[in-house]
């Protein structure tokens, strides 16, 4: 997959941290020594965890040089690193690992997510937000276009493009029998939109990127011309003319025993 798109990423900011906020607001510590942000991105989370612990070494995590550069000139304070969730390892163990709409890209959470919580020091905690959206409209019909000529040969099979979650409940099941506490929830967020190509916009920059960037350049005008069509016809327009985007997100906070 191609790097990330920081300023495309950062154009729905608000609505992207808004997640990030409430996640955060859940973690039930005072304070911390070690907090690391996993799949940081371009620092907006990363950016809340140093407000929220102005003592702590906070380190962001990511995968794509681009978001990192951003998150560096947002953020020269903290530290930031490129690494592989899928096969990070902490130098020390955290006080908190935190993670905004990042795990839903590593696989095998089964394995993942005891992992990561094994890791974490005596009273440490595992906050994680992802979005849980794959059954709405607008990943229904990424799907079912990907599966169309012309482009279906070259993107290959959309079902594997995108972590599958759990249900909620799996993930209470891997985290309770160890922790002092597990809180999870579920929240749709809704979203007004201007138009079927704000939404189009709004998506390339996370989960419709994986199916674009497949495509070889002389496909990808007709895929996002025929996505937002049916992305037109999934979301009407409301009383104010304005589309409503529900996104669902899925919360994990887990504590450690002391």
Not at 127 to 132: E, F, G, K, L, S
Not at 181 to 210: C, F, N
Not at 230 to 237: F, I, L, N, S, T
Request: charged content about 25%.
């Amino acid at each position: 997959m191609l790097d990330w798109n920081p300023a495309l990423y950062r154009r729905y900011e608000d609505e992207r941290t808004r997640p990030a906020q409430e996640l955060l607001a859940r973690v039930p510590l005072t304070e911390a020594a070690h907090v690391v942000d996993l799949g940081c991105g371009p620092g907006n989370s990363t950016e809340l965890l140093v407000r929220r612990f102005p003592g702590a070494e906070v380190t962001g995590t990511d995968n794509s040089e681009a978001m990192l550069v951003s998150a560096r000139e947002r953020l020269p304070q903290a530290r930031f690193e490129l690494s592989d969730i899928a096969a990070w390892q902490p130098a020390q163990a955290p006080s908190l690992i935190y993670a905004n709409a990042s795990l839903q890209w590593v696989p095998d959470h089964e394995t993942l997510i005891p992992r990561l919580f094994a890791a974490l020091a005596p009273g440490g905690v595992l906050a994680i937000q992802m979005p849980d959206n794959r059954a709405e409209p607008t990943h229904r019909v990424m799907r079912e276009v990907a599966a169309e000529a012309p482009w279906a040969a070259a993107i290959g099979d959309a079902d594997k493009l995108r972590t599958e979650l759990l249900p909620l409940a799996g993930y209470y099941d891997l985290l309770a029998a160890d922790a002092a506490q597990v809180d999870v929830w579920r929240t749709a967020y809704q979203h007004p939109m201007a138009s079927a190509a704000a939404i189009v916009e709004w998506v390339r920059g996370t989960g419709l990127k994986p199916f674009v960037d497949r495509l070889p350049a002389d496909l990808q005008a007709s895929f996002l011309a025929e996505y937002e069509r049916r992305v037109d016809g999934a979301y009407p327009a409301r009383s104010d003319g304005k589309r409503l985007l529900a996104f669902p997100r899925m919360f994990i906070v887990a504590q450690r025993k002391p």
